[in-house]
């Protein structure tokens, strides 16, 4: 027999992790900005301040070989001009970041879907010149959210592409338009702790109800944070299919739910759920961070993550790595493969 101090612990993927969920807020981008008088830099929140060396020595704490970058610009745009410029220095930014740190960072193109003609552009100058791995876009635009026919244009250029398309809660829509950009839906609530997950929600009930998967076959959805409340309304949601205007099918619904991607930025809630409403091989590590800090990605969500009792061996492999890999196989060459017994 072996000696115990032999035997190698199944791999876990946990020292080769790919973060689908990583912030980028370039800082080019709040450079230019904050001289454009688009943000005042010293009111912006901490995760608007990327930093190189601070997202390596999270990357290196917490296992993760690759970050997907999410770029994010935080500010209102007059013109269509400007959304070009500042979509331009973001995505060149990436790229150099990129550059910089070979196997370390990937991106993925920010796509503004209210502004079709600057998503044509900016999804040609992300995914066709500079090497982006996927897109990104928000729940809604002013109200409107994913799913809604305006959208098709640019779901049928991404669909032709097989394109990844990673998805994220931001301004949330108030009646009758009011309320700025960041406006908090309840005094001394932030809406990052609900108001964001039931934005993700919408946006999926959407993209079912307008049968998005079905009409753009080829395209992979990410949604963020575990699908916000979605797995937890999952049988809600197909018992009462014949509720949506028109009325949908449960068995469409269900479907529907096993083909969206989720990711575990947080933290979330135990696992049991998500995996009663999505295979394993849609189930995705990521971090948050920075919006989520350091210590709580290290200390909270990752432990949290791997002591899951819903979670096996096999699982974490996927969701750490291996699910990424599959999804965004251009990450092959970038991220090392881990050490196997």
């Known amino acids: 027999m072996p000696d115990i101090a032999d035997i190698t612990p199944p791999d876990d993927g946990s020292r080769s992790r790919i973060d689908v969920h990583h912030h980028f807020c370039a800082p080019e981008w709040l450079e230019w900005a904050d001289g454009q008088g688009l943000v005042n830099r010293k009111a912006l929140p901490p995760w608007a301040r990327w930093d190189s060396a601070a997202a390596l020595d999270l990357m290196d704490r917490a296992g993760i070989a690759t970050a997907v970058l999410k770029p994010m610009l935080p500010a209102r ?3 269509s001009e400007q959304l070009r410029e500042a ?3 973001t995505l060149r930014a ?11 960072f990937a991106f993925h193109a920010p796509l503004f879907l209210d502004d079709l003609d600057a998503s044509r552009w900016a999804l040609r100058l992300g995914l066709d010149e500079l090497g982006a791995v996927g897109v990104n876009v928000t729940a809604n635009y002013g109200g409107v959210y994913l799913g809604d026919p305006s959208y098709d ?34 005094p001394g609530i932030p809406n990052f702790l609900c108001d964001f997950l039931l934005d993700t929600t919408r946006a999926a009930a959407n993209m079912i109800h307008k049968r998005t998967l079905d009409r753009f076959p080829n395209l992979s959805v990410i949604l963020p944070h575990a699908g916000g409340f979605l797995p937890h309304i999952a049988t809600r949601v197909q018992a009462f299919a014949g509720a949506f205007t028109p009325p949908l ?4 619904v269900r479907d529907h739910l096993r083909r969206f991607y989720y990711d575990t930025a947080g933290p979330m809630s135990p696992a049991g759920t998500l995996l009663a409403t999505a295979a394993p091989d849609r189930i995705l590590f990521g971090s948050d ?23 096996t061996p096999a699982h974490h492999l996927a969701i750490n790595r291996d699910n990424a890999l599959r999804l965004m196989p251009s990450l092959t060459s970038l991220t090392p493969a881990p050490a196997r017994a």
């Not at 920075?290 to 009792?309: F, N, Q, S």
Request: charged share 15%; glycine share 6%.
């Open 87 to 89: 979509t331009a220095i």
């Open 249 to 252: 099918e449960a068995a469409m």
């Open 153 to 186: 244009p640019i779901f049928a250029e991404l669909d032709e592409r097989a394109a990844v398309v990673d998805t994220h809660p931001h301004n949330l829509p108030f009646p009758g338009g009011a309320g700025a950009p960041g406006a908090v839906s309840v």
């Open 289 to 311: 961070w920075p919006a989520c800090a350091t210590e709580m990605v290290t200390d909270i969500a990752i432990p949290a993550l791997t002591a899951d009792p819903a979670l």
């Open 94 to 104: 990436a790229a150099e970041v990129a550059d910089a740190h070979p196997g370390r």
């Open 77 to 79: 745009y007059t013109t």
